[in-house]
C-alpha cells in the first residue's frame, strides 16, 4: 500500500511526462475503438440489407438448388410452394414466409441491353418478410402484371424513370425465349447493391408465366419472430420441409460476403496493431527515461533498504496508473468519435460512385459500437503499459547502489 | 455454321412443285435440304448499331448438324476468336485467355461478338418440323416473289423461339422472310435472305439479315463467300484440341 502511493505521488510528480505517455497510449487505442465501431457497423448493415432484401432469416429451396451464389438455376425449384408454405406457417417462431422466382433476364430499352437479375415477388406477403415496399424511393410498389420495380443504379445506366416501358427478355425452364413488355413503376434504393444495380422486380404471377414455371418458385424466404437464435427454428422447420426440399439460414447462404468481411477485420487488426506497436515503443521510450533519470534515484532507496521487488513493484504501479489514465482518455476519445459514427455516420458515396465494392451496404455507414471491445481494448492498455515498464526497470534494479548514487 | 439452324430459316427445295402441298410437306422441303454433308466457307458479318458499323470476317467448316467450327480473322482485336459446337455444347475459345469456356445456360441467350445473333441462334441445330406445328396461312408476294407463308407453333417445350412465321419462296423452297416470336407473341428478331446461290444439288442461301426487333437501329448482314458444300473437312478440326490450339 505504501508503494502504491509511492507511486502515485511518482506519477504526478512528473505531469508533463505522465501526460505524452498517457496520450501515446490512447491514440493507439481510441483508433483501434473506432474502427471497430466502423465495421462492425458495416457488418450490421450487411447483415440487415441480406435479411431485409435478399434471403430474409431463412430460405427454403429444393434440394440441389443452392450450389453457389449468384447462380439461379431453373430446373431444381420448389414445385409446390402453397401447401409447403401453408406448413411452415404452422410453425409458431415464423412470421411470415414469402416466395420468390429469381431468374436471369436482361432488359432493354430499346437502345442498349442489360443483363439483370429477375426477382418475381408476391405482392401481398413480400411485405410481412422483406422491406422491399419500403425501399420504392420514386413512384409506387408492384401493384399489378405489367409493372416493373428496378434498382436506381439500373435506372441511372438505363436513362430509365417512373413511367418508361422497357422490355425483359429471358428464357423460360425449357430454354425459349420469352419476352415482356412492362411500365417502370418504381425504382428501389435499398441499399443492396444486388437490388440497387441490377434487380428488375415484377409480380410472382408474371414471373412464372414467363418462364413456364406453372405454379413453382425457386425459394420460399420466411422471417423468424427471434432472430437472434435461428438454431431451434432451423430444426423445428427441417422436420416439416421433407427430403426433397433444403433450407438454409441467411448467415449460410452469405457466407461469401462475411469471408470478405473476415479479411477486413484481419487487416483491421494488423493495422491497429502496428498503432499499438508504435505507441508502445513510445511507452517503454518514456518510461526507459523516466527510469534512467532516477537511478539516482533507485540508488537512494536501496540504500535505504528498499528490496528490489519493492522497486520493482513501485514502477510497474507507476506503468499501470499511467496505463489506466491513457486507457481512459483513449476509450473516451474512440467511444466520442463513436458516437459520432453511430448517429451522423461516414459519407462513402464519392469514393464509391461507380465501385462494386461487392459488399451489400448503403454508401453512408454508419457505426455500431461493441462495449466488449472497448472493454478489451482498455484492458490492452493497461496491460502493454505495464509490460513495457518491466523491461528497464529490471535493468536499474540490477545496478549496486553505489554505483546507481553516482550514475549522472 | 452453315447446317447451323440460322441457315435453316432460309433453306432451300432445288424444285418446286406447282401442285398444292400441306405445310409440312413445304417446311420438310425446306428443312431437308438446309441439311448439307458439310461445308466450308468464308463469312463477313456487318453489324449496325444506331448508324455504327462494324465489320467482322470469319471462317467456317461443318459437318452433318451436329459439328461446327469458325474462326475470327478480321478485325485484329478479334482474330483467333473460335468457336466450336459439338452436338448441343458451345464452346469459345478467346486468344487473350487461352482456354476454351463453355457457353451454356443463360449465357446462350446473349449476343454472338456483338451482333444481333446470339449464341442460341448459332448453335441451333434441330428440324423445324420435330418442334413445330406448322400452318399454311396464305400465299403472299414479298419482293416481286411468289411465297407460301407459315406459320409454326412449337409443340414440344424445348424450343428457342415459341412461334415463327415463314415466307417461303413458290419455286426456289427458300425461307425468303422468317419472324422468331417470343411465348408472349412479341416479335424477336427478323431474318431475311437477300441473297442465294445454287450450289452444286443445292440453292444456297449466301446472305441474311437478321434483326432484333426489341432494339431500335440495329441489324446484322451475314455475307458467305467461297462457299464449298458436300467437301470433306478434316475431324480435327472438331476438336477441343484444334479449338485451343496455339
Redesign the interface.
Known amino acids: 500500500m505504501k508503494i502504491l502511493n509511492l507511486a502515485w505521488r511518482n506519477v504526478f510528480r512528473h505531469t508533463r511526462r505522465t501526460i505524452i505517455t498517457a496520450a501515446a497510449i490512447s491514440v493507439g487505442l481510441a483508433s483501434m475503438i473506432m474502427m471497430n465501431t466502423m465495421m462492425n457497423g458495416m457488418d450490421k448493415m450487411a447483415s440487415r440489407n441480406i435479411i431485409d432484401y435478399e434471403t430474409s432469416h431463412l430460405e427454403v429451396f429444393a434440394r440441389g438448388y443452392y450450389r453457389e451464389e449468384g447462380f439461379f ?1 431453373l430446373d431444381t425449384i420448389v414445385e409446390d410452394p402453397l401447401s409447403l408454405t401453408e406448413e411452415i406457417k404452422q410453425i409458431r417462431g415464423v412470421s411470415g414466409v414469402a416466395p420468390r422466382v429469381k431468374f ?1 433476364a ?1 432488359i ?1 430499352n ?2 442498349d ?1 442489360l ?1 439483370v437479375l429477375g426477382v418475381g415477388i408476391d405482392i401481398e406477403e413480400e411485405r410481412k418478410v422483406f422491406d422491399t415496399p419500403e425501399a420504392v424511393v420514386e413512384g409506387r410498389y408492384l401493384e399489378q402484371n405489367g409493372d416493373v420495380l428496378i434498382g436506381a443504379g439500373l435506372a441511372r445506366d438505363m436513362d430509365l424513370e417512373v413511367g418508361s416501358f422497357l ?1 425483359m ?13 412492362l411500365a417502370v413503376a418504381g425504382i428501389i434504393n435499398s441499399g443492396h447493391p444486388l437490388f440497387d444495380r441490377n434487380a428488375a422486380v415484377i409480380a410472382i404471377e408474371e414471373a412464372q408465366e ?1 418462364l ?1 414455371m406453372e405454379g413453382a418458385v425457386t425459394e420460399l424466404s420466411i422471417r423468424a419472430r427471434n432472430e437472434n437464435d435461428l438454431a431451434p427454428l432451423k430444426r423445428e422447420l427441417s422436420a416439416v420441409i421433407g427430403e426433397e426440399h433444403e433450407l438454409y439460414t441467411w448467415k449460410e447462404l452469405s457466407a461469401s460476403v462475411f469471408e470478405i468481411s473476415g479479411f477486413k477485420r484481419a487487416a483491421q487488426f494488423m493495422i491497429a496493431l502496428v498503432v499499438v506497436i508504435i505507441s508502445a515503443v513510445g511507452i517503454v521510450n518514456t518510461m526507459l527515461m523516466a527510469v534512467m533519470e532516477r537511478i539516482p534515484e533507485i540508488g537512494t532507496l536501496k540504500a535505504m533498504g528498499f528490496r528490489k521487488s519493492g522497486i520493482m513493484k513501485m514502477f510497474l504501479y507507476e506503468g499501470g496508473i499511467i496505463g489506466i489514465f491513457g486507457s481512459l482518455l483513449g476509450c473516451a476519445v474512440g467511444i466520442l468519435v463513436s458516437l459520432y459514427l453511430v448517429y451522423v455516420g461516414f459519407d462513402m458515396s464519392g469514393m464509391f460512385e461507380d465501385m462494386d465494392i461487392g459488399y451489400p451496404i448503403r454508401m453512408v455507414i454508419k457505426g455500431e459500437i461493441d462495449p466488449r471491445m472497448v472493454f478489451y481494448v482498455f484492458l490492452f492498455g493497461v496491460l502493454v503499459s505495464v509490460a513495457v515498464t518491466l523491461w528497464p526497470v529490471r535493468k536499474a534494479t540490477k545496478l549496486e547502489p553505489v554505483d546507481a548514487l553516482r550514475h549522472v | 455454321m452453315k447446317t447451323m439452324k440460322l441457315m435453316c430459316y432460309l433453306a432451300i427445295a432445288g424444285f418446286g412443285s406447282l401442285s398444292a402441298e400441306t405445310a409440312e410437306e413445304i417446311i420438310a422441303k425446306v428443312d431437308n435440304n438446309t441439311v448439307v454433308t458439310s461445308s466450308r466457307y468464308s463469312a463477313r458479318m456487318v453489324i449496325s448499331i ?1 448508324g455504327t458499323i462494324r465489320e467482322k470476317e470469319f471462317n467456317g467448316y461443318s459437318e452433318g448438324k451436329e459439328l461446327a467450327y469458325m474462326e475470327f480473322t478480321a478485325p485484329a482485336r478479334d482474330r483467333g476468336t473460335r468457336f466450336l459446337k459439338i452436338k448441343d455444347e458451345l464452346w469459345m475459345y478467346l486468344p487473350t485467355v487461352e482456354r476454351a469456356t463453355k457457353i451454356a ?2 449465357m ?4 454472338m461478338m456483338g451482333s444481333d445473333f446470339s449464341y ?1 441462334d448459332i448453335a441451333e441445330n434441330e428440324e423445324l418440323v420435330d418442334l413445330y406445328n406448322i400452318e399454311l396461312l396464305d400465299a403472299e408476294t414479298l419482293d416481286g416473289r411468289e411465297c407460301y407463308v407459315l406459320e409454326l407453333t ?1 409443340k414440344v ?6 412461334s415463327r412465321k415463314m415466307w417461303v419462296d413458290k419455286e426456289m423452297y427458300v425461307a425468303v422472310k422468317v419472324e ?1 416470336y ?3 407473341g ?1 416479335l ?1 428478331k427478323e431474318v431475311a435472305t437477300t441473297e442465294f446461290r445454287r450450289i452444286g444439288r443445292y440453292t444456297y442461301p449466301t446472305s441474311v439479315r437478321m434483326v432484333n426487333k ?4 440495329t441489324y446484322t448482314e451475314l455475307t458467305l463467300s467461297d462457299v464449298e458444300l458436300d467437301v470433306k473437312v478434316p475431324d480435327r478440326v472438331f476438336t477441343r484440341a484444334y479449338l485451343e490450339r496455339k
Do not use: C, F, W
Not at chain 1, 425452364?173 to 415482356?180: D, I, S, V
Open positions: 438455376p436471369h436482361s432493354t430499346g437502345i441491353e443483363p422490355t427478355i429471358t428464357r423460360d425452364r425449357n430454354g425459349t425465349y420469352n419476352a415482356l413488355d414467363l413456364a | 444506331g445456360g443463360h446462350l441467350r446473349q449476343s442460341d412449337a417445350a424445348e424450343v428457342n423461339y415459341h422468331l417470343a411465348k408472349t412479341k424477336m426489341l432494339r431500335r437501329d
